[in-house]
């Protein structure tokens, strides 16, 4: 009888041990996944501050607007290949594009000839990431069978109240990546403060030949 007891004693330690193991084991395991996803988020970052580092290097070394831009072309084609690339940028008058758009693409809806000077205006005003139907919202007419097959996004350079212009990025087929979109749109206002400054340049060169 007391041999049983003793046993029962020595079965209920080992469980109740087992118990703590075992909420251990799920406590280090949790702790595991916050330092992997911690770290994981860090590394995100500095590859974020070193890919716009290396953007904002490349644009101090731009001596015009279509440099600028042609800087910028390759570094989001970098990160979003097989995509066609608009820059749509107000001027008084209206807006003036700088189109960068591969061959190989040039079916996939040639949607910024759909942008009047009003959807222009509209979107400037947003000053923000806008979505396809986001756009659609705003003014953009285009043939629904095109739309469908297309994914595309405009990206903000948020110069003044309304705004100094946009990128518009699509292509057909897949939609973009969220977090690469994100990488890019965190380098958009160093690529603002170049276009003004390069646009600034080139009214002060014009006002210099006329006077």
Same mark, same amino acid.
């Given at each position: 009888m007391e041999k049983r007891r003793r046993y029962e004693r020595i079965k209920a330690i080992v469980r109740k041990l087992n118990i703590k193991r075992r909420q251990q084991a799920r406590q280090i395991e949790i702790l595991c996944n916050d330092m992997i996803g911690s770290q994981r988020e860090f590394i995100t970052r500095?590859?974020?501050?070193?890919?716009?580092?290396?953007?904002?290097?490349?644009?101090?070394?731009?001596?015009?607007?279509?440099?600028?831009?042609?800087?910028?072309?390759?570094?989001?084609?970098?990160?979003?290949?097989?995509?066609?690339?608009?820059?749509?940028?107000?001027?008084?008058?209206?807006?003036?594009?700088?189109? $960068?758009?591969?061959?190989? #693409?040039?079916?996939?809806? &040639?949607?910024?000839?759909?942008? @009047?000077?009003?959807? %222009?205006?509209?979107?400037c005003k947003l000053n923000k990431v806008c979505s396809l139907d986001e756009l659609c919202c705003q003014g953009l007419q285009c043939n629904p069978v095109s739309l469908n097959q297309t994914s595309a996004v405009t990206l903000p350079l948020g110069g003044g109240r309304r705004g100094a212009g946009f990128?518009?990025?699509?292509?057909?087929?897949?939609? $973009?990546?969220?977090?690469? #979109?994100?990488?890019?749109? &965190?380098?958009?206002?160093?690529? @603002?403060?170049?276009? %003004?400054?390069?646009?600034?340049?080139?009214?002060?060169?014009?006002?210099?030949?006329?006077?």
């Open positions: 500095l590859d974020m501050i070193s890919r716009k580092a290396d953007f904002y290097e490349k644009l101090l070394e731009c001596h015009s607007i279509e440099a600028v831009l042609y800087a910028a072309e390759k570094t989001i084609r970098e990160q979003l290949p097989q995509t066609n690339i608009v820059f749509f940028l107000r001027h008084e008058n209206g807006h003036q594009i700088y189109p $960068f758009v591969e061959s190989s #693409l040039s079916d996939a809806s &040639a949607l910024e000839s759909s942008f @009047t000077d009003e959807l %222009v205006l509209n979107v990128v518009l990025i699509y292509r057909k087929g897949e939609k $973009f990546d969220s977090a690469k #979109l994100a990488g890019l749109n &965190a380098q958009m206002p160093g690529l @603002t403060r170049a276009v %003004v400054a390069k646009i600034s340049d080139g009214h002060a060169a014009n006002a210099g030949r006329e006077n």
